[in-house]
DNA sequence: TTGACACATTCCGATATAGGCATATAATGT
DNA sequence: ACATTATATGCCTATATCGGAATGTGTCAA
């Protein structure tokens, strides 16, 4: 088999950078495919995939503006992205003692002077 | 060109649902191979690949025991994903941004003293 | 050394991707 | 009807994937 569909999930849909990019712009308002493109750096056809891709997974929406389409966020696609994410939150405090445990150890070697062998 | 590599980016190597799977299950704490494949379903040589992954994007780190090669979680490597659904969470809910907004406004109400029409 | 166990790596095949480019569709104005 | 603008889709190639099966590597024990 191969990887997963880019469209089978939202978390396969957000591993791309300038589809993450997107959802990023539409933060501002809707906006038109020609518009994403060029603030984005890419070609009109290249927006219009991923645009499509994200709204298969139903991360934005489109409304019809004349002869522009108008795509805009729908968040409640990233809910389970960030709910899954949340199950980890208590562990980075952990972590994060962790790092704090670490430059308590730099400080306190610095104190007692350099040994050899200390790097690498 | 191709989809970027899993190992690009933690957001692609979770993108996978097994490789979500063994985050989740690293969650009770440091678990060998034939664990994790077991607890899954899936095969060692699967197990492997999948920790292999994780471990290049470094969200697990290994740990000799014996035969075994203990693996644990290194949350790290999620904080990118977390902070940059993140930004998103004031777009989720309206509902939820208007309740912060009407304790928000509650708060204030109460230290100023209550008025009326303070509420729409 | 041999055997047993835990794990990693390889080869294979099927599939889906992203980019580039051309072209089709759609809506508007004249 | 035609031209113009905005967007979508189709074709192509190179590449990386996941799964399965086999095999390689490493560690311990007798």
Same mark, same amino acid.
């Given at each position: 088999m &191969? #990887?997963?569909?880019?469209?089978s999930? &939202?978390?396969?849909?957000?591993? $791309?950078?300038?589809?993450?990019?997107?959802?990023?712009? @539409?933060?501002?308002? $809707?906006?038109?495919?020609?518009? +994403?493109?060029?603030? +984005?750096?890419?070609?009109?056809?290249?927006?219009? *995939?991923?645009?499509?891709?994200? #709204?298969?997974?139903?991360?934005?929406r489109?409304?019809? &503006?004349?002869k522009?389409? +108008? =795509?805009?966020?729908?968040? #409640?696609?990233?809910?389970?992205?960030?709910e899954?994410?949340?199950?980890?939150e #208590?562990?980075?405090?952990?972590?994060f003692?962790r @790092?704090?445990? =670490?430059?308590q $150890? +730099? *400080?306190? &070697?610095?104190? $007692?002077?350099?040994?050899?062998?200390d790097?690498?």
């Open positions: &191969a #990887r997963a569909a880019t469209t999930d &939202a978390f396969n849909a957000i591993a $791309e950078p300038q589809r993450r990019e997107i959802l990023v712009l @539409l933060q501002g308002g $809707e906006r038109s495919v020609t518009d +994403l493109a060029r603030d +984005l750096g890419m070609t009109q056809p290249q927006a219009s *995939k991923h645009l499509r891709v994200l #709204r298969e997974v139903g991360l934005v489109v409304r019809g &503006a004349g522009q389409r +108008l =795509y805009g966020l729908d968040v #409640r696609g990233l809910r389970p992205i960030h899954w994410v949340g199950g980890f #208590r562990f980075w405090s952990e972590s003692d @790092l704090d445990e =670490y430059v $150890e +730099l *400080k306190q &070697a610095r104190q $007692e002077g350099p040994h050899d062998g790097d690498q």
